[in-house]
């Protein structure tokens, strides 16, 4: 069988999905399985054994506007796949895979494009499933009878290659990291889906400086293209210096640099899933959006939040005072991080 999987668009979607994908390749260990991606998310899948290949959704060059999307569904068509399981919600996807003539099409019906589909599948109603999103994609292969149930998973996982663990640590290194410091942390600052979801600048400044002042850590600044302005301004902000590779990495470079630090702390993002699903202890900051839906798929992970009214809200941003965000202290994340931290097992050596 060769079976087309249309891959979600956001990386901390990419990364809760990967249960499904697993759930896949368990049940059809023989298929060649392909995935189709963003460019953003598809170094995420590479060396992870989920599929035989990836296929790049080049949506600003070759695959651009609807004279592009046709090119992409005569390329998809040229490989005759038969079965296709859209991850991804939209109509665009479902529309690729009937233009594709793929034999069976697989995906929730949503977004009007349920005639486009071969097996339409009903979404879920609150309280159908578990609240975390990555049951929601495991229900969909339950629903369409590829799956008897719905396993119970407290780990995500994402294989680092030996040869990145090294590259990693060489780009480090090149960016001010010191071979001796008894702990790195990692800070991610950004968040893609909007400004409501972010800690202020301020407060990662200060935290900064006051991990640096008491543990001798090394903080480097992670974040996408467009987060390199916020991770400039903690940098610009703090009085001793951090290690600044916000925009400086491509997202297969991503896990094997987190997995080269001790800790994590940032907002509910990708680059939070992806940290928790190389291993790293997590804190994890929430505002606007809901933990229950979007924890960081581990056991090794501390929610720091402050409960306001409005809060979950999820909106991009604030329309009001952003509350949910600005009362949570610098002492309540460092006294999260330094749990972790203290029990040493976590520092380099």
């Given at each position: 069988?060769?079976?087309?999987?249309?891959?979600?668009?956001?990386?901390?979607?990419?990364?809760?999905?990967?249960?499904?994908?697993?759930?896949?390749?368990a049940?059809?260990?023989?298929?060649?399985?392909v995935?189709?991606?963003?460019?953003?998310?598809?170094?995420?899948?590479?060396?992870?054994?989920?599929?035989?290949?990836?296929?790049?959704f080049?949506?600003?060059?070759?695959?651009?506007?609807?004279?592009?999307?046709?090119?992409?569904?005569?390329?998809?068509?040229?490989?005759?796949?038969?079965?296709?399981?859209?991850?991804?919600?939209?109509?665009?996807?479902?529309?690729?895979?009937?233009?594709?003539?793929?034999?069976?099409?697989?995906?929730?019906?949503?977004?009007g494009?349920?005639?486009l589909?071969?097996?339409?599948?009903?979404?879920?109603?609150?309280g159908?499933?578990?609240?975390?999103?990555?049951?929601?994609?495991?229900?969909?292969?339950?629903?369409?009878?590829l799956?008897?149930?719905?396993?119970?998973?407290?780990?995500?996982?994402?294989?680092?290659?030996?040869?990145?663990?090294?590259?990693?640590?060489q780009?480090?290194?090149?960016?001010?990291?010191?071979?001796?410091?008894?702990?790195?942390?990692?800070?991610?600052?950004?968040?893609?889906?909007?400004?409501?979801?972010?800690?202020?600048?301020?407060?990662?400044?200060?935290?900064?400086d006051?991990?640096i002042?008491?543990?001798?850590?090394?903080?480097?600044l992670?974040?996408a293209?467009?987060?390199?302005?916020?991770?400039?301004?903690?940098?610009?902000?703090?009085?001793?210096?951090?290690?600044?590779?916000a925009?400086q990495?491509?997202?297969?470079?991503?896990?094997?640099?987190?997995?080269?630090?001790?800790?994590f702390?940032?907002?509910?993002?990708?680059?939070?899933?992806?940290?928790?699903?190389?291993?790293?202890?997590?804190?994890?900051?929430?505002?606007?959006?809901?933990?229950?839906?979007?924890?960081?798929?581990?056991?090794?992970?501390?929610?720091?939040?402050?409960?306001?009214p409005?809060?979950?809200?999820?909106?991009?941003?604030?329309?009001?005072?952003?509350?949910?965000?600005?009362?949570?202290?610098?002492?309540?994340?460092?006294?999260?991080?330094?749990?972790?931290?203290?029990?040493?097992?976590?520092?380099?050596?």
């Amino acid at each position: 069988m060769k079976l087309f999987v249309r891959a979600t668009n956001w990386v901390g979607d990419a990364v809760l999905s990967l249960p499904a994908l697993a759930a896949l390749r368990a049940r059809f260990p023989q298929a060649e399985i392909v995935i189709l991606a963003r460019p953003w998310v598809a170094g995420l899948y590479r060396g992870q054994g989920l599929a035989d290949r990836l296929l790049v959704f080049d949506h600003n060059g070759r695959h651009r506007g609807w004279r592009g999307l046709e090119r992409l569904a005569q390329e998809l068509r040229a490989e005759r796949f038969e079965m296709a399981i859209l991850l991804q919600n939209a109509f665009q996807a479902a529309w690729l895979a009937w233009r594709a003539a793929m034999g069976e099409r697989i995906g929730y019906a949503r977004d009007g494009r349920s005639w486009l589909l071969t097996r339409a599948v009903p979404v879920p109603r609150t309280g159908e499933i578990p609240a975390h999103e990555h049951f929601y994609y495991l229900e969909l292969l339950r629903r369409a009878g590829l799956l008897t149930e719905l396993p119970r998973i407290e780990q995500v996982r994402l294989h680092v290659d030996p040869v990145a663990r090294e590259q990693a640590e060489q780009k480090l290194r090149q960016a001010g990291a010191r071979r001796e410091a008894p702990l790195r942390v990692a800070l991610a600052p950004g968040a893609a889906y909007g400004s409501a979801k972010c800690w202020p600048v301020e407060h990662y400044a200060a935290l900064a400086d006051r991990l640096i002042a008491r543990f001798d850590a090394d903080v480097i600044l992670f974040g996408a293209p467009t987060e390199r302005e916020v991770a400039e301004r903690i940098a610009a902000a703090m009085r001793a210096r951090s290690i600044l590779l916000a925009g400086q990495t491509q997202i297969e470079e991503l896990p094997a640099l987190l997995a080269a630090c001790q800790l994590f702390i940032g907002n509910d993002s990708g680059a939070m899933h992806v940290a928790a699903a190389v291993g790293l202890p997590v804190v994890a900051i929430f505002g606007p959006t809901d933990p229950d839906g979007t924890a960081p798929l581990t056991t090794r992970w501390t929610l720091v939040r402050e409960p306001v009214p409005c809060s979950p809200c999820f909106l991009r941003h604030c329309p009001i005072d952003h509350r949910c965000m600005t009362r949570i202290h610098v002492d309540a994340v460092l006294a999260a991080a330094a749990q972790w931290i203290e029990r040493g097992v976590y520092r380099c050596g």
